[in-house]
């Protein structure tokens, strides 16, 4: 049996973090509010010289540092971004050129906020299939580009960023390591809670993000705590067998109220939104390379992965490092 395997990850993030003190001197917020409402106390915001691509090509870089593969063994790369350098060419293509991997298959994801989940999904039933044998997954944002600095319902709430994870196919013997489950869900018809007013067919320019707040945290509490229950349904594994959630880091309240519904352990869930804010696509692989470098997680280790994003979409992984 074919399984993907994690075999290293890396991360960036904009050379300049904002604090919440630094937004409340443009817009009418205070730290407090922002601490008490989300968990987040600072973020990082791309300057002109930063990109998603230039983002995502240095935590891919570290990535394949970590793993110690080299970028002409990549033969696929799958990029989950909603804040691509340009409509096209997919931003993983950038990436390509930029790591000198120019052949192999590169192409760019759209799933927001879930981005990453639907990305290391889909990559891993590329290896699963033989269509490469190792992979770069990445999730890249540059969500300062599509907010609307006037209002403090988004803004305060997202920052930039990437992270990478490396995939190896491996052909196992004892269904032990790897990639275990993946669960991927979409619903469209809640559309106007989550999304851009702006796009290339549509309005011809870029657009900002909207969304009603409230609302998709009600939706992600209940999906995401139905995806997870999915997925470790499908992998045969109690929620005690966890080693670590490393779930996309929206609201620290919604980790909490996710956590508290399945009965998860909050000590062993990876926290990083006070320090990113939520980078979307990239959250989850930018928390999972703080707490791999960190030593919390270890080889070994079962770990689980969720999101929850505009679309809307949502989805979990669970894997055995
Ligand atoms: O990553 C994709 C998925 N996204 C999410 O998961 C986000 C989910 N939603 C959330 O995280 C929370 O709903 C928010 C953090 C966005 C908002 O928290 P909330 O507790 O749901 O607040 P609210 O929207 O109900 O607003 C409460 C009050 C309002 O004032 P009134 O109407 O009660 O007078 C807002 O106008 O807080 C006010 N408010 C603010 N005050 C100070 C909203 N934003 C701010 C702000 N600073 N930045």
């Known amino acids: 049996m074919i399984r993907s395997h994690i075999v290293g990850s890396g991360s ?29 106390r600072q973020r990082y915001i791309a300057g002109d010289h930063e990109t998603t691509g230039s983002l995502a090509t240095e935590a891919a870089r570290k990535a394949l540092a970590d793993a110690g593969v080299e970028a002409d063994e990549i033969g696929l790369i799958v990029l989950a971004t909603a804040t691509p350098d340009n409509t096209f060419p997919a931003t993983a293509t950038t990436v390509q050129n930029a790591l000198g991997c120019n052949g192999g298959i590169a192409f760019d994801v759209q799933a927001v906020c879930s981005g990453f989940l639907y990305a290391l999904a889909t990559a891993d039933s590329m290896l699963r299939t033989g269509m490469a044998q190792k992979a770069l997954v990445i999730g890249a944002e540059t969500f300062s580009r599509i907010l609307d600095w006037e209002d403090r319902t988004t803004c305060v709430l997202f920052g930039d960023g990437a992270g990478a994870v490396v995939l190896e196919a491996r052909e196992i013997a004892d269904g032990f390591g790897g990639i275990l489950s993946t669960k991927l869900h979409a619903d469209g018809a809640h559309k106007e809670l989550l999304y851009v007013d702006g796009g290339p067919s549509t309005t011809g320019e870029v657009g900002k993000l909207r969304m009603k707040g409230r609302e998709v945290f009600r939706h992600a509490v209940v999906n ?16 005690s067998e966890i080693d670590w959630v490393v779930p996309h880091q929206a609201n620290s309240r919604i980790l909490d109220a996710t956590a508290r519904k399945l009965g998860l352990d909050p000590a062993r869930i990876v926290v990083t939104v006070g320090e990113h804010a939520n980078t979307s696509a990239a959250s989850v692989p930018l928390a999972f390379d703080v707490a791999r470098k960190d030593g919390r997680i270890k080889e070994g280790d079962l770990v689980m992965f969720e999101a929850m994003g505009g679309g809307f979409t949502w989805g979990a992984a669970l894997a055995r490092l």
Do not use: F, H, M
Request: proline residues 2%.
């Open 12 to 40: 960036a993030l904009p050379e300049r973090c904002v604090s919440n003190a630094e937004l409340a001197e443009k817009v009418d917020t205070s730290d407090d509010w922002i601490v008490e409402r989300t968990g987040i």
């Open 224 to 239: 995401l705590a139905d995806v997870l229950t999915e997925v470790l349904a499908n992998a045969g594994v109690a929620a």
